[in-house]
C-alpha cells in the first residue's frame, strides 16, 4: 500500500489523540500518509487513496458528529471497491449506543466497496497508553504489518 489518507473528527481531543497513535502506526510502513481534519476534506479525496483511514467521535445518542455529515454524504458518490480501511473513535459509554459513530462509518464504507480489515477501533474518552498501543496497532492491520 503506497498511500493513506486519514480523515478525522475531534471535539475534545481525544479522537485526535488516537489519529496521533494510528498515524505513528502508519508511519512505521512505507506508505505515504496524508492527515486532513474532516472539514477541510472533501469524500472524493478517498478515491486517489489506496488506505484509508476514518476517526470520528459518537455525538448525543450514538450520531456521527456535525462536522463530519457533509464528508458522509459526499461518500455516496465515491466508489471505493478495492481500497482498505480501517474506523476509529472515542466515546462515552454512557449514552446507549456506545461509538456508534464508528459503525456508521464501517458501513458506509463497505456499502461504497471498501474492505474494511479490522474491527473498528472504539475508546472510552481519551486513550490510555495501552488504548494507544492498540491505535498504532490498526494503522500497522492497515498496511498489513501486523
Not at 506508505?31 to 472539514?39: G, L, M, Q, R, S
Not at 479525496?45 to 450514538?62: H, K, M, R, S
Not at 471498501?114 to 472504539?122: D, F, H, Q, S
Request: hydrophobic residues 40%; negative net charge; charged residues 30%.
Amino acid at each position: 500500500m503506497n498511500n493513506v489518507l486519514m480523515v478525522f473528527a475531534s471535539m475534545t481531543g481525544n479522537t485526535e489523540e488516537m489519529a496521533d497513535a494510528v498515524r505513528e502506526g502508519l508511519a512505521s510502513g512505507n506508505a505515504e500518509i496524508t492527515v486532513k481534519e474532516v472539514f477541510d476534506a472533501n469524500a472524493s479525496e478517498l478515491e486517489a487513496y489506496e488506505g484509508i483511514v476514518l476517526g470520528a467521535y459518537t455525538w448525543g445518542d450514538g450520531e456521527l458528529p456535525d462536522e463530519f455529515l457533509d464528508f458522509y454524504e459526499e461518500m455516496d458518490d465515491v466508489d471505493l471497491s478495492g481500497k482498505k480501511a480501517v474506523v476509529f473513535g472515542s466515546a462515552d459509554s454512557s449514552y446507549p449506543h456506545f461509538g456508534a459513530a464508528v459503525d456508521i462509518l464501517i458501513a458506509k464504507l463497505q456499502e461504497r466497496g471498501c474492505t474494511v480489515v479490522a474491527e473498528g477501533l472504539k475508546v472510552e474518552f481519551s486513550p490510555s497508553a495501552e488504548e494507544k498501543d492498540k491505535c498504532k496497532e490498526l494503522g500497522r492491520r492497515l498496511l498489513g504489518l501486523d
